[in-house]
């Protein structure tokens, strides 16, 4: 992304990262770069803010304002040159980072439960990943969390599912018999169905199996 009637140029560098810790990263840049003038953070409801003070325009020059939430496309761009100042706030959840309504989860009992489910996008998968650990969530999404959801960022490859608010997540960590509030961490193999649970399609209920990492 490129910021401000001067055009500084943002990219994050390499890394493996939580959302929070990017958008820390990208907070670090900005601030570097552009001093106490622009700021990338989260509010309660995870969405992502940035702001400049200073005012100019905001480029995606990639898919970077997406996976933020904003409803844009490469080349989209925010603001006028030369001011005023700009805070822009995500359109929706970030597919990278979808807040939940409610979470709860149980273990699988891979001896017991041996049967293949096929999720909504016609997915067959089997309980078999080694010998991970295997972990059902059941998740609460509103109607805009549910959009970045099918998003399917968050439904492949490492994920991590927190009872912490999208703006506490930072302080959180991993789940142990110690810390029964902490966060799992894990690999997507699959989604059980899905359904609305109220009549003005507002909250949607799924299960997601993780393995654990």
Same mark, same amino acid.
């Given at each position: 992304?490129?910021? %401000?009637?001067?055009?500084?140029? =943002?990219? #994050?560098?390499?890394? =493996?990262?939580? *959302?929070? @810790? *990017?958008?820390?990263? $990208?907070? !670090?840049? $900005?601030?570097?770069? =552009?001093?106490?003038?622009?700021?990338?953070?989260?509010?309660?409801? %995870?969405?992502?803010?940035?702001?400049?003070?200073? %005012?100019?325009?905001?480029?995606?020059?990639?898919?970077?304002?997406?996976? $933020? %939430? *904003?409803?844009?496309?490469?080349?989209?761009?925010?603001?006028?040159?030369?001011?005023? @100042? &700009?805070?822009?706030?995500?359109?929706?959840?970030?597919?990278?980072? #979808?807040?939940?309504?409610?979470v709860s989860w149980s273990s699988i009992d891979r001896a017991i439960?041996?049967?293949?489910?096929?999720? +909504?996008?016609?997915?067959?998968?089997?309980?078999?990943?080694?010998?991970?650990? &295997?972990?059902? *969530?059941?998740?609460l999404l509103h109607v805009q969390a549910l959009r970045s959801l099918?998003? +399917? /960022?968050? &439904?492949?490859?490492?994920? #991590?599912?927190?009872?912490?608010?999208?703006?506490?997540?930072? !302080?959180?960590?991993? /789940?142990s018999t110690t810390n029964t509030g902490g966060y799992i961490q894990?690999?997507?193999?699959?989604?059980?169905?899905?359904?609305?649970?109220?009549?003005? +399609?507002?909250? /949607?209920?799924? +299960?997601?199996? $993780?393995?654990?990492?």
């Amino acid at each position: 992304m490129s910021l %401000g009637s001067s055009t500084y140029d =943002y990219q #994050i560098t390499d890394g =493996y990262r939580s *959302f929070p @810790a *990017f958008i820390d990263q $990208l907070n !670090t840049q $900005l601030s570097s770069d =552009y001093g106490a003038n622009a700021t990338a953070t989260t509010d309660s409801l %995870g969405r992502v803010i940035i702001t400049d003070a200073v %005012g100019g325009v905001l480029d995606w020059t990639d898919r970077l304002g997406w996976l $933020l %939430g *904003f409803d844009v496309t490469a080349g989209d761009t925010a603001g006028v040159a030369a001011g005023p @100042a &700009l805070t822009l706030t995500s359109d929706r959840p970030p597919p990278a980072a #979808i807040p939940l309504m409610s979470v709860s989860w149980s273990s699988i009992d891979r001896a017991i439960e041996t049967t293949v489910a096929v999720d +909504r996008y016609q997915r067959g998968h089997g309980y078999v990943f080694g010998d991970n650990e &295997l972990v059902r *969530f059941k998740v609460l999404l509103h109607v805009q969390a549910l959009r970045s959801l099918r998003d +399917r /960022w968050c &439904l492949a490859g490492q994920v #991590i599912i927190s009872a912490k608010s999208p703006s506490a997540f930072s !302080t959180d960590s991993p /789940w142990s018999t110690t810390n029964t509030g902490g966060y799992i961490q894990g690999y997507v193999v699959g989604m059980e169905g899905g359904k609305w649970v109220d009549d003005t +399609r507002t909250l /949607w209920s799924t +299960r997601i199996i $993780l393995a654990r990492a």
